[in-house]
């Protein structure tokens, strides 16, 4: 399967979105606001689940690969500021939603959410969790960085009721970690996964990313064997974008020292190869969890969802996000925060909302949304299925995304079946981005832009 990659990957090497929503954010606009957020939490159906995110923006040294929103520091005083605004955000979401009902998820990412200490965790905490209710089985999850985390941070977590944990490793090889400006060792990371295992965090994931400076098949493979060595329960595979006009620290790579197309191929083949060798499941994209994970049995049974924290098993949850730049998906809008610690917090302390844009879907955002989401999770789409949730027939109204779709076809990607279905292969799956992309009404205006919006799919 890998060898066919190779031979062609050159028709699929273009830019396209991850849809951890759709539409996706480049659409939005500033037309929606604080006013507009505070009339749809007020049409939240009533005790529908809620799914709550916050972005904790602090670093305390820049990683020269990344373009997330962080703000690097090492003032004291900025995260108690920090956590004195998301408390009133919190409240001010609270207030405007009738009737919440449980809280089925929590996720911290970043930044560092373990830039906090562990009394600034555990107020972060009861900052979102004291005006809801929390039910017992939820998952609730953390983002950290290995290099600032220590065993009494896991245990606040723990007591807080953290049971999943993902950690940033990217790539254990010297040269890349000093390129990256991000040094981390090896026994470090197992050491902290390990004591995460004692406290009882059920899930542990690692995080890595192909196409950094340096990277070659044999440093990869060293990293690779460490990694499954460590034996997470799941791996996500990041592409490393070079993006130098969002992420100017990037500018300090040599491209000279960026590996070529054929390298960053073959480093991500040599992934993939090596996780399903040690019998990880592709679960989608860029995510491998271990067989008895609770994401590949949502893959199996068909309810695997796709939102801002990724590949997901919360089916039809409200999703709240707090914190600078931090994204809400409710079920008929998107809203997004400003992303300036300073922006966000005079905004919540003159409306108590964030806003900064958002968007309104229309029928047919919704009904591409659905399409995007069942390639994405799934990778089918069941012609029946449609005709039942939306009506009409899916060939029928999506000729000529299915047009375009020929090609992938005939290169071994997509199968579509006599009743109008269309299945994803296990090499699509490699190349999903592509597939689902065909069905993005905006994607071919945003392609025509001079610099790319996303980035590549492989
Ligand atoms: S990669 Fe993570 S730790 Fe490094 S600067 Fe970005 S957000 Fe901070």
Redesign the pocket.
């Known amino acids: 399967m890998l060898e066919q990659l190779e031979a062609i990957l050159s028709r699929y090497e273009t830019a396209a979105p991850r849809y951890t929503s759709y539409p996706t954010a480049p659409v939005w606009g500033d037309a929606y606001g604080p006013d507009e957020y505070r009339r749809d939490l007020g049409a939240v159906e009533l005790g529908a689940p809620l799914s709550l995110y916050a972005h904790v923006p602090f ?1 305390r040294s ?2 020269h690969f ?1 373009a ?1 929103n ?1 703000v690097i520091t090492r003032d004291g005083a900025l995260p108690t500021r920090y956590l004195d605004v998301i408390e009133r955000e919190v409240a001010a979401v609270r207030a405007a939603i009738p009737e919440p009902g449980p809280v089925s998820q929590l996720h911290w990412g ?3 959410p373990t830039h906090l200490d562990p009394g600034q965790l555990r107020r972060l905490f009861a900052a979102m969790t004291d005006p809801f209710t929390v039910a017992d089985d939820a998952e609730i999850s953390i983002e950290v ?1 290995p290099r600032v985390t220590t065993n009494e941070q896991l245990q606040a977590l723990r007591e807080c009721g953290f049971n999943r944990i993902s950690m ?1 490793v990217q790539d254990f090889e010297p040269q890349v970690q000093e390129a990256i400006h ?1 040094t981390q060792s090896a026994e470090h990371t197992a050491e902290l996964v390990a004591g995460a295992r004692r406290l009882g965090f059920q899930s542990v994931s690692l995080d890595l990313i192909y196409g950094l400076p340096f990277q070659r098949e044999d440093t990869f493979e060293r990293t690779l064997k460490t990694v499954l060595d460590i034996g997470p329960d799941r791996v996500a595979l990041y592409g490393y974008a070079h993006v130098t006009w969002v992420a100017k620290q990037q500018r300090g790579f040599e491209r000279k020292d960026l590996p070529d197309a054929a390298t960053r191929l073959g480093v991500f083949t040599l992934a993939i190869r090596r996780f399903l060798e040690a019998g990880y499941v592709h679960v989608g994209m860029d995510h491998f969890a271990r067989p008895e994970d609770e994401l590949v049995r949502a893959l199996h049974e068909r309810t695997l969802r796709r939102n801002f924290m990724g590949y997901t098993t919360q089916a039809g949850v409200e999703l709240l996000g707090f914190g600078p730049s931090a994204i809400s998906e409710l079920s008929g809008s998107f809203a997004q925060s400003h992303r300036e610690l300073d922006a966000w917090e005079d905004a919540v302390s003159t409306t108590g909302l964030a806003t900064m844009r958002g968007h309104v879907l229309s029928e047919d955002d919704r009904v591409r949304r659905w399409v995007i989401s069942r390639i994405m999770c799934l990778g089918e789409l069941r012609a029946a299925e449609f005709e039942e949730v939306h009506g009409g027939v899916f060939a029928e109204r999506f000729a000529p995304e299915l047009a375009r779709l020929e090609t992938a076809e005939a290169d071994g990607l997509v199968v579509r079946t006599a009743d109008g279905s269309l299945a994803v292969t296990e090499l699509g799956r490699i190349l999903i981005r592509n597939v689902a992309s065909v069905f993005d009404a905006y994607l071919g205006e945003q392609r025509k832009l001079e610099r790319p919006l996303f980035s590549k799919t492989v």
Do not use: E, K, Q, V
Request: proline fraction near 0%; include cysteine; charged fraction near 25%.
């Open positions: 670093c820049l990683c990344c997330c962080r970043g930044g560092t960085d940033g991000r």
